[in-house]
């Protein structure tokens, strides 16, 4: 199967699924869309959302990193993002949902955008609105995988997979936006523990061919 | 299986599932959480995110409306929500994530209220904020719909499924927030479709046990 990915190197939902590209063995095209400069709008490859990250498997184009992710696992089982058994998925998608839908929407750079530009929100309380959002959903992710019995190395056991792609990008924002994240000690160490794999490292923003 | 539903009536992810149970044929008993009252913090039976929906399967809490659906597909695979082939299943999923975290995370009360005392937006900025993301979000979901061509009676084909399940909670929603959606030929075919189903119309927030 061909693979083009379109990504920007700092789009969290792009880093998810080159991660899972990478823990899959998955070789793509790598295309970059300069979100920043608004490359994404006028993008025929894109879809009508004009959002990242979208993959094209064989001429199909798949968008929204969450249904590229269980495309991927459903189209190239081995190695599996998720566990077996029914619960354990379940564990694994909501975990990689609390972030994707409770966090992330609240904190991309359109929203960011709506706040200053058109609520006419300041900057300093533009960022306590973002820490706001990463700090309390994280808390959340890190009492679940204290709680929840599942945790390895890993959001589930001590293999990288579906939820683990969600988290690290998250991570890797909540740092660079100057979140208070650094007690939540059960996803330092999933954070961690991943960044050590080749394939988070190697898709951190900073490696990728649009790195600026 | 024993299923127990935690929702509120007027929560749009909660109606996710109640449709999702419906469809399936599945029985559960129902418990109604005020979210307006504040009900959900304090409850044990959600988990650390303190959200709606929780379904409690067996004794397993599984929480997030699309693992729930993932997790109901998997475990009641009769009739399914999801198509068989994983193109069309990419495409289910990702109308539905076009709206579970393009739209309803922008639209949530906790986001209302935060934008609304915290920030101190007025009331008519966050009316506007409410009913821009929603109308854009809906827009996108509109213009796949009708360029996709897997779009039938109901968002894939002439089967109501998953991503039925999450397009009509969040029309009924814009309709309450008076967004212009009605232009939207394909997003209000299916809605209509829909509600003249009985897995629909009988889980509709008006006709739960919480109903207000």
Redesign the interface.
Known sequence: MKLELYSYFRSSASWRVRAALALKGLACDYHGVHLVKGEQLAHERL???H?LPALW?DG?R???S???L??LE??HPEPPLLPAE??A??YV??LA??I???I???NNLR?LK??KN??G?AED?KN??YR?WVEQGLA?VN??LL?EGRKGRFCCGDTPGYADCVLVPQVFNAQRFEARIEHLSAVMQVFEACMALPAFADTHPSRVPDAE
Do not use: K, M, N
């Open positions: 879809g009508p959302a959002l498997a199909e798949v968008t929204q969450l249904a590229i269980e495309f459903e189209t029914p619960l998925r379940a998608r909501s949902l609390d994707a839908c409770e992330h929407p609240l929203v709506y706040l058109t609520l929100v309380a306590g609105w706001h959340v009492e679940r709680a």
